[in-house]
């Protein structure tokens, strides 16, 4: 059975229309187009409906949860929050970043769409679906509730293999590197930190850290870390997997700024954070300070969920997530922005 730890962070949503809601010193701003309460009429179980099915599937295998945020994340920086990633035999799906998502996270996606058009018919986008699970997976294992705007539609096209390599960061970047991707995004070097700490559930293949192995070793590793990487990945073509967060993999907490500070990041764009003057004192805050971490990581995902939203006729909700609607296929009208949001 999956332990339940209830931990809110509530981040306050009046005034967060056009003129946005105040954070620290600056405006946070909802995208055009979105709303906290967009589908209130149109299906107002859908977000019960959402977490009972994650609590459900994830009480049977906790592993799925950060496959779910890690299908959102793959999402969100291509092309866009806009479900791209979910349409079968496309090059976005068959990219080399993307083959390691797993199967079984599409089809959860798939699972919960379905159960939400029975209770409410074919209202909802994939798109949103998408970004509500990836919440409520977070929270299942122990991190931040936050709020999730809705009304994203769905892409009429996936993205190009070029497209898909150039907008998903490696595993092997520097900071420097790291902050001009997120940059890319409309995205800081504080959501770079916060954002990471996703790495603090789930695992890694050998292939995207063996570059800290072979052909020598990373001196920044720790010694003991080292062996126990190499009695994973005993070759450079290793297929084996390790936990990102070894101490705590699946539980979502901060631990994962605490290895970095132990010389226990698995990535190099991980242990870099630490290495690196600009993000280092973010690092150890939230290697200190938990409550942190969570508010920093609710506020980088709502951010991280509105990128370039389609909203209005720009795109489609889908019948079924992983194919485009046909021709024929009539959608239920809805407000929203014609644009897509940049």
Known sequence: ????????????????????????????????????????????????????????????????APAILRLQFHDCFVLGCDA????????????????????????????IKSLVDAHCGVVVSCADILALAARDSVYQVGGP???????????LVAANTSTTLANIPSPNFTVPSLIAAFASKGLNAHDLVSLSGAHTI????????????????????LPSYSTFLYAKCPSVNSTNTTAMDRYTPYWFDNKYYV???????LFT????????????????????????????????????????????????????????????YINVPSKSSPNRVQ
């Open 1 to 64: 059975m999956l332990l339940m730890k209830v931990v809110m962070v509530w981040l306050p949503l009046c005034g967060l229309g056009i003129v946005g809601q105040e954070k620290g010193n600056g405006a946070f701003p909802i995208a055009p187009g979105l709303s906290w309460t967009y589908y209130i009429n149109a299906c107002p179980a859908l977000e019960p409906l959402v977490q009972e099915k994650i609590a459900s599937i994830l009480s049977q295998d906790v592993t799925l």
């Open 84 to 111: 791209s990633i979910l349409l079968a035999r496309s090059e976005e799906q068959d990219a080399a970043p993307n083959l390691t998502l797993r199967r079984e996270a599409f089809q959860l996606i798939s699972e």
């Open 145 to 155: 509730f936050y709020p999730v705007p809705l009304g994203r539609k769905d892409s």
């Open 202 to 221: 789930g695992v890694a293949h050998c292939s995207s850290f063996t570059n800290r192995l072979y052909p020598q070793l990373d001196p920044t590793l």
């Open 259 to 265: 290895e970095l500070l132990n010389y226990e990041g």
């Open 269 to 328: 764009s991980d242990e870099d954070l630490y290495m690196n003057n600009t993000t280092r004192p973010l690092v150890e805050s939230f290697s200190n300070q938990q409550a942190l971490f969570f508010e920093e990581f609710a506020w980088g995902m709502v951010k991280m969920s509105q990128l370039h939203v389609l909203t209005g006729p720009s795109g489609e909700i889908r019948g079924n997530c992983s194919m485009n609607n046909p021709v024929l």
